[in-house]
Each structure stands twice: as structure tokens, then as C-alpha cells.
């Protein structure tokens, strides 16, 4: 009982709490707060409608993405309309107006009656992170893309629910092995119905450029004609990343893009010889070594390219951010490092973004805007509590909770281990907002899972080292810290797996969990 009080939050009573519907105990992330209300539940059937905020085109999107989810499994028609002043019976309502105060810009209140469910938020990023609430009520096999039997029913609640941090990340290596467009937008669909609303994007690595790029087009033609492992690589042309950002946009989600600098640029130097301190081109490298390759600090060429490259991104990335990357550069000296950084960090405040970066970039005097994201297997960092000091947020992503590509165990086929094995447990078990030493809660943008691709080559690879752990982050990111408790995070995480199976997510079958 205490640990269902946990999951229900302040203000509920136990026999409140006793009476609530497995699935209102289910939701992952968890929600703010889940008030039962016994005995009543909403009926989805065939004559539902979905209403929108009348005359807001981004609810009537959210309505209609809505819809996209649940016409397949339902075979209902579930037409989207503008909602009149009142809200009709047997209707799903997204509204912008009457959330309370708390829900914030991302949060949402979800209110399920016998004869309605209606969403209200202040924005259509709220609408959207309730609507993944909404799905997650239904029966997990609501998320299978063909005609499936009811019935459909909804649990009467009431539900405030608002995000711990205001970002919450995932990355996505395609530099190692190339991921193609479609992957991409596989991968997004996961991460949105989790609450993650930022994917980054490693575009640029030793082994490819994947980012068609007007200025120096050699690049994505030669830079990106090769992987690990030596296949055939690949790029996206500018209509194709602009593709992703679009689908993104639709899923509430912002793509970050990030060419890593001055090191990890192996493919660039492949592809131009000027960029080369010697002026001769090194091969293309389809191994996974790192920390060998550098720009050229001291030539002006350099910082052309690099402000060539920068706009460009800028330009086709509605975001607010530009991610330099900055690790592992171990083939430029410390000086060499603080003198590109120095230059650089003002040619991307001239495209107008925000610098983020691996968190080596804290080693140089940053600007309050930037961002370090901290990878690292400590619990302290130097120049990232200075960072902080000097006003900058951290994005977290310590290398032993949140990479994704660590293998789970000794067994586990793909992967690496580098930073240990990384069991669900261990994804779950730590708290960004006192992590690092000098970044308290305030000082913590959010946390971000990497997925690194040396190993990781087809969609499967992906959803085999992304799930679970990926909503174990996604958790850590929304869900306050009070609700914070393995025991029932577990028990929800198993209740996922219908909807996983489903959605034809191979997903890996931890035994720490027992899977619905
Ligand atoms: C370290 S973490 C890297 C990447 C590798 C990754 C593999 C970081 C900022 N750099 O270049 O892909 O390890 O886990």
C-alpha cells in the first residue's frame, strides 16, 4: 500500500488508491498525481468523436495524431473536429484552456468521466504529453497497427501531471552506421510516447559525415560513403533532414543536431586535404578507434569551414541548439583545444544558437547559454561546477546510468562495455538532480540516453539496447523525485510490454522485471 500511495502521490487516500485500475497504476513515466475516481470509466466506441480547441491548428494536430493511434486497432472512425463551447458526451476533448496553474508550458490535466476525457494544457506540447497518458490507459494491444477486439475503456481519473525537467533527451549515433530516414522516424515515435521531446543527432564522426552540407559537398559524397565495418554508409540530403525535423516537430519533439569538433572529424579530413595541417587527406577509417583525429587549429580554412558547416545546420534547424560535441580530443593539444573553443564558441552564437556540447567543452570559459552534456563514470567534474557557477545548465548523461549501447550483462550480444554493464535497475537507480557534485536540481537541463552505433547496425539493434531502459530515463527525466521507488517502477515497466509487442519493439526481457 505504501508503495501504491508512492506511485499516487500527495492527496490521494488508500482506499482511493486500492480502488485504481491497473492501468492508472501503470503509467511511465509516472504522472505528478493520480486521483482514481472508483467506479466509473469512459467507454471508447464507435461513435466517439475527438474534439480540439476550436480555431488552434496545433491541438487540432495533436487530435489528429490521436487519432492516427487509434483508428488502426479500433477500426473507428474517431473524427476530429473543433470542440463547441461545451464539451459533447462520448467525446475525447483537447482543450488549451482551464489546466490548472501547475501544469506548467509541457504539463497537461487529464480529467476521464463515463462520458468524456478531456485534456487540458496551455500549450500543444502539454496536449501531446497527455495524449501519451490517454494511450497509455488503453489496453496495451490499442497500439497494434491492425483491427484488434475491445472493449476500449478508459478509468475514471483525474490526473495533474507536469515534467521534473524541461528537457528530456535522446541521441541517436548515425555517423557509425549510418540509421536511415525511416529508422529515424521509428525512433521518434518510440521516444514520444515517453515524454522525450529532444533527439540529438551525432551527424559527424571518423567514419562518416551525414549531413549533405552546399558549401563543402564533399563531405556527405565522399565523408559519408562508408561505416564501421565498411559498408556503404550514407547521408541525408538537406530535403531529408528537414523531413526528420518535420516529423519530429510533429511528435513535439526538437532535433538537435551535433557535429563533433576538433576531434572525431576523420571523414572531414578524408574529404578535404586543405582542412589538414599537412595538406595531405588521411583514408577513409571504418574502424572504431578514437581520439586520433583533429582539425587543423592554426589554419584560417578551418574556421571557414567550420562557420560554412554551422550556418548551414542553423539554417535548416528550427531548434535552439547546436550541438559542437568536443570529447575525446585527444589528438589536439590542451592549448590548441582552448584556442578552436575560443573561436568557435562565437561562430555559433552568430548563427543564433546555443551552444551545447560533450562536457570537455567546460574546460574553456563558456558562455551562461551553453550547455555541457556530462558523459563521464564520476560523480564529479571541475570544469562542468564552474560551468555552473558561471550560470550554465548540464544535460546529463553519465556513460555508467545513461548509455544506451552498454551492454546489459556479459551476454548481451551487441553493445559495448566500456563504462560497465547497465542493467534496468542501474538505468533507474540514480538521481540527476544531486548526481554531480555543484549541480543541484536547478543547474540540471535534463537527461539524455546516448545510443552509440559502433555495434548497433538495423531497427531491431535499436530497440533491443533502447528498451527498457530507455523509459527508465524518460522516468528520471519527467517524474518527481517523491515518486521515485524501483518496486513500482518495475511492476509499470512490465505492463508495458503489450504495448511493446505490439508495436513490434523487440525489446530486451530483462529478469529483473516481470514482463505483462
Ligand atoms: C565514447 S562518450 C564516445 C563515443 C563512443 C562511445 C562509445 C563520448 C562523448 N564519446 O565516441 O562512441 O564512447 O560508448
Not at 504522472?31 to 480547441?53: H, M, Q, Y
Not at 473536429?81 to 475525447?92: F, G, K, R, T
Not at 554531480?436 to 539524455?448: D, I, K, P, T
Request: hydrophobic residues 40%; contains cysteine; charged residues 15%.
Amino acid at each position: 500500500a505504501l508503495a501504491v500511495l508512492a506511485l499516487i502521490g500527495a492527496g490521494t487516500t488508500t482506499a482511493q488508491a486500492a480502488a485504481a485500475t491497473p492501468a492508472l497504476q501503470s503509467i511511465v513515466p509516472v504522472p505528478v498525481s493520480v486521483t482514481p475516481s472508483a467506479g466509473v470509466a469512459f467507454p471508447l466506441v464507435s461513435t466517439t468523436k475527438i474534439v480540439t480547441e476550436a480555431g488552434s491548428a496545433p491541438a487540432r494536430q495533436v487530435g489528429d495524431f490521436l487519432a492516427g493511434v487509434l483508428r488502426p486497432s479500433t477500426d473507428y472512425a474517431l473524427p476530429v473536429s473543433d470542440a463547441p463551447a461545451s464539451v459533447p458526451s462520448d467525446s475525447i476533448a483537447l482543450l488549451l484552456s482551464g489546466a490548472p496553474a501547475s501544469v506548467g508550458a509541457q504539463g497537461y490535466q487529464l480529467v476521464s468521466t463515463a462520458s468524456s476525457v478531456t485534456v487540458r494544457a496551455t500549450t500543444a506540447d502539454g496536449l501531446f504529453a497527455g495524449v501519451q497518458t490517454l494511450r497509455q490507459l488503453l489496453p496495451g494491444r490499442v497500439e497494434s497497427a491492425s483491427a484488434q477486439a475491445g472493449p476500449w475503456t478508459i478509468p475514471g481519473a483525474t490526473i495533474v501531471d507536469y515534467p521534473r525537467f524541461a528537457y528530456r533527451g535522446a541521441m541517436l549515433d548515425v555517423a557509425r552506421h549510418f540509421h536511415p530516414v525511416s529508422t529515424v522516424k521509428r525512433y521518434l515515435d518510440q521516444l514520444a510516447q515517453y515524454k522525450i521531446n529532444n533527439l540529438h543527432l551525432h551527424l559527424a564522426d571518423d567514419q562518416g559525415w551525414r549531413i549533405q552540407i552546399d558549401s563543402w559537398p564533399r563531405l556527405a559524397t565522399y565523408g559519408g560513403s562508408t561505416q564501421v565495418g565498411g559498408g556503404a554508409g550514407g547521408y541525408y540530403t538537406k530535403a531529408q533532414y528537414t523531413d526528420i525535423v518535420n516529423y519530429a516537430l510533429s511528435r513535439h519533439i526538437t532535433i538537435i543536431p551535433e557535429i563533433d569538433m576538433p576531434g572525431h572529424v576523420n571523414a572531414a579530413l578524408a574529404s578535404y586535404a586543405e582542412l589538414n595541417c599537412n595538406g595531405v587527406a588521411p583514408a577513409l577509417r571504418t574502424d572504431t578507434a578514437v581520439g586520433y583525429s583533429s582539425l587543423c587549429i592554426s589554419k584560417d580554412v578551418t574556421y571557414t569551414f567550420v562557420a560554412d558547416v554551422l550556418r548551414e545546420l542553423a539554417a535548416l534547424t528550427p531548434g535552439p541548439y547546436l550541438h559542437i560535441g568536443g570529447d575525446e580530443a585527444s589528438a589536439t593539444s590542451q592549448a590548441d583545444y582552448l584556442k578552436f573553443m575560443n573561436k568557435v564558441l562565437p561562430l555559433v552564437a552568430a548563427t543564433g544558437k546555443s551552444v551545447v556540447g560533450w562536457h570537455d567543452i567546460a574546460k574553456a570559459t563558456l558562455p551562461a547559454s551553453a550547455t555541457p552534456q556530462f558523459w563521464g563514470t564520476t560523480t564529479s567534474d571541475a570544469g562542468v561546477s564552474t560551468a555552473v557557477s558561471r550560470g550554465s545548465k548540464v544535460i546529463l548523461s553519465p556513460a555508467n546510468k545513461a548509455y544506451l549501447d552498454m551492454k546489459y550483462n556479459s551476454s548481451t550480444p551487441i553493445g559495448l562495455s566500456w563504462a560497465g554493464y547497465i542493467e534496468v535497475q542501474d538505468a533507474y537507480g540514480w538521481n540527476p538532480g544531486s548526481y554531480l557534485s555543484g549541480v543541484g536540481e536547478a543547474a540540471v537541463r535534463g537527461v539524455e540516453s546516448p545510443l552509440w552505433t559502433e555495434t548497433v547496425v538495423t531497427p531491431s539493434d535499436i530497440d533491443y539496447l533502447a528498451f527498457p531502459r530507455l523509459a527508465a530515463h524518460a522516468e528520471l527525466g519527467w517524474s518527481p523525485w517523491s515518486t521515485h521507488d524501483w518496486t513500482t517502477f518495475r511492476t509499470r515497466l512490465g505492463a508495458q510490454a503489450p504495448r511493446w509487442v505490439a508495436q513490434g519493439i523487440g525489446f530486451y526481457r530483462s529478469s529483473q522485471v516481470s514482463w505483462d
